[in-house]
Each structure stands twice: as C-alpha cells, then as structure tokens.
Nanobody
C-alpha cells in the first residue's frame, strides 16, 4: 500500500508558475512509477506527465511539453511537477498516481495505476 498526498496547488495568473508536490508513504516508494493526471470539470482524467523510479525516463502530454517538468527525490519520497507558462486551459484538479511494473504503452492511462492521491486544485486566471 502506498499513500499519496498532493500539495502546492492554488490560484495563479496566466504565464505564472506553480510547483506541485506528491508526497508518498507506505511501501517502497522508489520502486514505483509516478504519474500526474488532471481533471477539469467533465468525465475524463487527462495524463500530464510520468517518471520512472530511477528518473531516467520521463513522459509528457503534448499539451504540457516544454512547459512542465517532472522530477523526483526518492530520499524524500516526493515527486514534483514544475509548471511554468501556465495557461487558463491548465485549470484542473491535479492528481498523482503510483504503480509498479507499469509498461510504457500503459503509462498514459489512469486505469493502470493502483494508488492515487486526493488531488490539489490549480486555477489559472486569464
């Protein structure tokens, strides 16, 4: 079992920056791939970024590539999402998720992650 908690959300103007944190406790955090997803009002939870346990491989949605950066500190059991040049379309609840053994073709799909945090709201004003 892994428990995840997101923090760092808030209200920011377009063009601004936020850094989200995903803090983990429980089972060995360093073995897990961590993904960030977001959900604006509506049924779909959208993939944002993911990072493998050893930080050697990172993945981004096209919509955030070049603006967002995912990183992790296994010693602190924390994954970060640095979000720059924020746009109103980035407004959503942001979730982090964890899983072990997730294959590349599945990494962008939330249904393949076993553990989820409660989410943190990010609002970008125009």
């Amino acid at each position: 079992q892994v428990q995840l908690v997101e923090s760092g959300g808030g209200l920011v103007q377009a063009g601004g920056s936020l850094r989200l944190s995903c803090s983990a406790s429980g089972r060995t955090f360093r073995d897990h791939t961590i993904g960030w997803f977001r959900q604006a009002p509506g049924p779909e939870r959208e993939f944002v970024a993911a990072i493998r346990w050893n930080s050697r491989h990172t993945y981004y949605a096209d919509s955030v590539k070049g603006r967002f950066t995912i990183s992790r500190d296994n010693a602190k059991s924390t994954v970060y999402l640095q979000m720059d040049i924020l746009k109103p379309d980035d407004t959503a609840v942001y979730y982090c998720a964890a899983d072990t053994g997730i294959i590349l073709s599945s990494i962008r799909f939330g249904r393949n992650y076993d553990y989820w945090g409660p989410g943190t709201q990010v609002t970008v004003s125009s």
